[in-house]
């Protein structure tokens, strides 16, 4: 769908790395050559032309990002992405409001961002992480959380959509259990935004992550959306101009009003301006369609890899355009760079989810993410090349 809006797809290449950052649309592009060309500014500064159109353009994407999630405008942060974003729930707000013993739960399926962080403040403030074990296909139920909570769990944090093996977590029933329960739900979107529909609202969610580069925007800019009632208890990790709206000599301050106060210094503007077209443009096609459209490639490209003998696959029940494999034998980034002499993007590695070989017991996959762009022509084209990869020594080696 919609491929000729992409410049990068005029070449001919196959590209499966949307995990980790998406192609950008003509209109994303232009949206930021245009602020750059015609009214480049600083925002909340100035009061000539260039500055109001700006201050407009700015302002509307909380509007835009708000009608996207369902939550309310002034629960939008702009930051620099879902790693940023992730870093301000656990040292703005829970190491605020955690203590010594506090129970936390994780699943070892997520990426780096939303585990090392609650390494980093358990070290500092005794907080205990529990991974809640995954299912036979690697897989998170609400009932495996149920299994580990106890009445020191606190907080339930986890990607609505994993990384590697791209399962989709039952959010709405798993922030049920967490509302009935007094316990703090943060998500973690940056796989799921994307990809699907996501309710902040109706899910119960008390803080939700993502990036603007892995949803069609440009890379820089992420979003932090937050309960309004937490934020105003949650403190800035960084300070400076326009977050504060007084200081004096003899230490008085005071700081701006939510959600400025968590923007200090000057904020990634072209990028927000990007972020918000970018939105704008998934919102026409629809996150249903898309949603859709990954599954019936998902689905054609597990259909046809049955009957290639060696390849493992380790996600073939989950509910995403993520397809995690290995050539059996065949070390990941070996086949990836194999399927780049074919022009096929992919990635290889552990994909920042280090402590999944622990359930997997493998460290290093090859990842195939697919976007709504991509087509039955290119799964084509990739599977062609893994029924070739006999040769694929010669060609790496
Ligand atoms: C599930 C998940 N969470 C968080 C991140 C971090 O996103 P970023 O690097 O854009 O901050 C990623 C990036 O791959 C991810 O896949």
């Given at each position: 769908m919609h491929r000729e809006d992409f410049p990068m797809l005029k070449k001919d290449i196959i590209y499966f790395d949307n995990g980790a950052t998406t192609l950008k649309p003509q209109c994303v592009i232009d949206s930021v050559v245009e602020y750059m060309t015609n009214h480049t500014s600083n925002i909340h500064r100035g009061d000539y032309d260039a500055a109001v159109i700006t201050n407009k353009l700015y302002d509307n994407v909380r509007n835009i990002v708000s009608s996207f999630v369902n939550c309310d405008s002034r629960e939008v942060i702009y930051t620099s992405g879902a790693t940023q974003s992730l870093n301000m729930v656990v040292f703005g707000y829970m190491k605020k409001h955690l203590k010594k013993g506090d129970e936390v739960l994780l699943n070892k399926a997520e990426h780096a961002s939303n585990i090392l962080p609650w390494i980093i403040l358990s070290k500092q403030i005794g907080i205990v992480i529990k991974y809640v074990p995954l299912d036979n296909n690697y897989e998170l139920t609400l009932e495996n959380i149920k299994r580990c909570v106890t009445f020191k769990t606190k907080v339930i944090s986890l990607a609505?959509?994993?990384?590697?093996?791209?399962d989709v977590r039952d959010v709405y029933n798993i922030g049920k259990f967490c509302h009935e329960n007094n316990i703090l739900f943060n998500v973690d979107g940056a796989q799921s935004v994307p990809h699907m529909r996501v309710d902040f609202k109706n899910c119960y969610m008390d803080f939700l992550s993502f990036s603007g580069h892995k949803m069609c925007g440009p890379t820089g800019v992420g979003i932090l959306v937050g309960r309004y009632e937490l934020l105003e208890d949650m403190d800035p990790l960084c300070y400076g101009g326009g977050m504060n709206s007084y200081f004096e000599e003899n230490g008085d301050y005071e700081l701006k009003s939510i959600p400025t106060r968590f923007e200090a210094g000057t904020t990634p503007i072209a990028q927000v301006i990007g972020l918000g077209e970018a939105i704008k443009y998934l919102m026409k096609i629809g996150m249903d369609n898309i949603h859709e459209h990954e599954m019936k490639l998902k689905q054609y490209l597990l259909d046809k890899v049955k009957d290639i003998p060696n390849i493992i696959v380790y996600n073939t029940s989950s509910n995403s355009g993520i397809f995690a494999f290995n050539i059996d034998g065949v070390f990941a980034q070996d086949t990836s760079i194999y399927l780049n002499s074919y022009n096929i993007y992919v990635r290889a590695g552990n994909h920042c989810a280090k402590e999944l070989k622990d359930e997997i017991n493998i460290k290093n996959t090859v990842r195939v993410s697919m976007y709504f762009y991509n087509n039955y022509n290119d799964v084509d084209r990739l599977v062609d090349a893994l029924r070739n990869s006999k040769d694929i020594f010669k060609i790496v080696l």
């Open positions: 609505q959509i994993t990384n590697v093996i791209g």
